[in-house]
């Protein structure tokens, strides 16, 4: 089944005394590009779940972020801002934000749960407060929000899927109208060659027919499609095996797409004739447009 790198998923949770929130959402990439907002005061959180989504994920720029905050009841008795720290933050989202004024540039609100989220900002009751259970109770959270997200990249792969596989039927349609043309053009091909042939033997007066057939040979060659043709059917059987596969194809989507488009540029240049021309144009929209589509497979 084709998987597409473009997907979104959100969750809450609730346990050991503090509520959370999931948001996790990806677009198309070379590679896979992890990029995760985690608090850095739950000890081995972040390992735990780069390592998890590194054997799920094989592509894609993912983006993943958590907000955990304290139930009320739950010990807030035990929790008190540290105005020093608090202090410092506030003053350099301040520096932040004129910096990025000065640029141009637009940020989004920082909320008072953004900033009590940041390390030292809020004091616990107890210094080594264990967060082993917090952490115990998110990570067992996590599998659901990756087969939500999973479950998401799933159905945009097979929308990517029916439409490729579209593409494809219509790029063996043109290969066969290509192969019909190239037929027909033979005749007239031959006759044109046979009549310059005529002309350059009616104006000199010695040909040296060595040189003469060598010349003939590199004008069939460079006037044969077949090969060309036969390359393309080949891409075409070689694509559709690759959307029947179980894993990660992008890749070799990748690869598969720059040889369309060389042999679509190469019966081009070797058309000789209008409507062959415009066949190895339209296969050249079709292999473009989807290219488009592939660079969304994971």
Known sequence: MTLSMTGFAAQKGQGAGHSWAWDIRSVNGKGLDLRLRLPDWIDGLEATVRADLARTLQRGNVSLTLKVARDSGEGAEGARVNEAALAQVLAALGQVEQAAMAAGVTLAQATAADVLAVRGVLDQAAADQDTAPLRAALLADLPKLVSDFNAMRAAEGRALQSVIAGQLDLIASLVGNATTEAAARRGTAAEALREAVARLL?????????????????????????????????????????????????????????????????????????????????????????????QNVE
């Open 202 to 294: 009616a104006a000199t007066d010695a040909v040296d027919e060595g040189r003469l057939a060598q010349e003939l040979a590199l004008i069939a060659v460079k006037n044969d499609v077949q090969e060309e043709l036969d390359r393309l059917a080949a891409h075409v059987t070689a694509a559709r095996a690759l959307l029947a596969e179980t894993g990660p194809v992008g890749r070799k989507f990748d690869f598969l797409m720059q040889e369309f488009m060389r042999e679509a540029n190469t019966l081009c240049s070797k058309a000789q004739s209008l409507a062959l021309t415009r066949i190895g144009l339209d296969l050249k929209t079709v292999v473009d447009q989807m290219r488009e589509q592939v």
